[in-house]
């Protein structure tokens, strides 16, 4: 089972950028997707992200074109580059690994994954 950290997160301006960084307690090689989720106050937890061992990605519709994932297996860590911020970006992000290949796990399985504590991310002016 992993242990995950995020860390990176804080409070930027409008179309600012931040750099999210997701450290699991082991080797994430062998196969091992890693997800990013996000959730806001008074929303469902939703994936943002998803990078696979080959290095292919999902990428939410709401983050394509600003959000880009990647990972260096050698210090077990995945990040998430978020650029053009918005409000609506505000929220607590978390990683995992998810319990299947991206874009094709259940997700209501997602219950028994490893969440780590997530780190608060808040776009304002």
């Known amino acids: 089972q992993f242990q995950f950290v995020e860390s990176g997160g804080g409070l930027v301006q409008p179309g600012g950028s931040l750099r999210l960084s997701c450290v699991a307690s082991?080797?994430?090689?062998?196969?091992?997707?890693i997800a990013w989720f996000r959730q806001a106050p008074g929303k469902e937890r939703e994936e943002v992200s998803c990078?696979?061992?080959?290095?292919?990605?999902n990428y939410a519709d709401s983050v394509k074109g600003r959000f880009t994932t990647s990972r260096d297996d050698a210090v077990n860590t995945v990040y998430l580059q978020m650029n053009s911020l918005t409000p609506e970006d505000t929220a607590v992000y978390y990683c995992?690994?998810?319990?299947?290949?991206?874009?094709?796990?259940?997700?209501?399985?997602?219950?028994?994954?490893?969440w780590g504590q997530g780190t608060q991310v808040t776009v304002s002016s």
């Open positions: 990078i696979s061992s080959d290095e292919s990605t």
């Open positions: 995992t690994a998810p319990p299947g290949p991206c874009g094709f796990y259940d997700k209501s399985l997602l219950e028994f994954s490893s």
């Open positions: 082991r080797s994430i090689r062998g196969g091992y997707a």
